[in-house]
Antibody, heavy 123, light 107 residues
Framework: QVQLQESGPGLVKPSQTLSLTCTVSGGSIGSTNYYWSWIRQPAGKGLEWVGRVYFSGSTNYNPSLKSRVTISVDTSKNQFSLKLRSVTAADTAVYFC???????????????WGQGTLVTVSS | DIQMTQSPSSLSASVGDRVIITCQASQDITNYLNWYQQKPGKAPKLLIYDASNLETGVPSRFSGRKSGTDFTFTISSLQPEDIATYYCQQYDSFPYTFGQGTNLEIK
């Protein structure tokens, strides 16, 4: 049973960089069958796909965040990471790391989610 | 971006009722649509993929279908444990987008 667990600071100051890591257990992040995504959810609001990474390091990002976001993978540690630069209060959200089933170049569905971690942007 | 419009945004129904939620995409997404259930304080859970396929282990009272350009999600007989927010999501093209959610309550 694959499990995903987010880790990282829960509080980030405005203009700084939000950094989160997702550790995958019970399965290999190097599988060709999956991408690895970050999805966020502001309190009381809907879900926003941030971006994804493949085990090869190939990435795709939401254009609304593309200029500020980097997602990377470390296959030796079975982890992938999110960095979001120049954060503002609008980036305050629960951040989920998610496994998504590949269908060719598409992500077919998000089938395994971390529990989520709240990141608050505040001075 | 493809806009996903869900209706209704909230719904109150009784145990045993048939519940239907609709999702409309701003452009053709073939059948590249999924449905998720999110309970308070929890991560979303995949229920339906490819518009109509039931995820393994999900009760058969949940179903999905495509009708013309719209997608519907149905709970055939509402149970107390179905209280949650439900989201549709398209994976036709980047960025993957979700509907705004339907908050389902028990009457």
């Amino acid at each position: 049973q694959v499990q995903l667990q987010e880790s990282g600071p829960g509080l980030v100051k405005p203009s700084q960089t939000l950094s989160l890591t997702c550790t995958v257990s019970g399965g290999s992040i190097g599988s060709t069958n999956y991408y690895w995504s970050w999805i966020r959810q502001p309190a009381g609001k809907g879900l926003e796909w941030v971006g994804r990474v493949y085990f090869s390091g190939s990435t795709n990002y939401n254009p609304s965040l593309k200029s500020r976001v980097t997602i990377s993978v470390d296959t030796s540690k079975n982890q992938f990471s999110l960095k979001l630069r120049s954060v503002t209060a609008a980036d305050t959200a629960v951040y989920f790391c998610v496994r998504d089933k590949a269908l060719g170049a598409r992500s077919r569905f998000f089938d395994n989610w971390g529990q989520g971690t709240l990141v608050t942007v505040s001075s | 971006d493809i806009q996903m419009t869900q209706s209704p945004s909230s719904l109150s129904a009784s145990v045993g009722d048939r519940v239907i939620i609709t999702c409309q995409a701003s452009q053709d997404i073939t059948n590249y649509l999924n449905w998720y259930q999110q309970k308070p304080g929890k991560a979303p859970k995949l229920l339906i993929y490819d518009a109509s396929n039931l995820e393994t282990g999900v009760p058969s009272r949940f179903s999905g279908r495509k009708s013309g350009t719209d997608f519907t999600f149905t709970i055939s007989s509402l149970q107390p444990e179905d209280i949650a927010t439900y989201y549709c999501q398209q994976y036709d093209s980047f960025p993957y987008t979700f509907g705004q959610g339907t908050n389902l309550e028990i009457k």
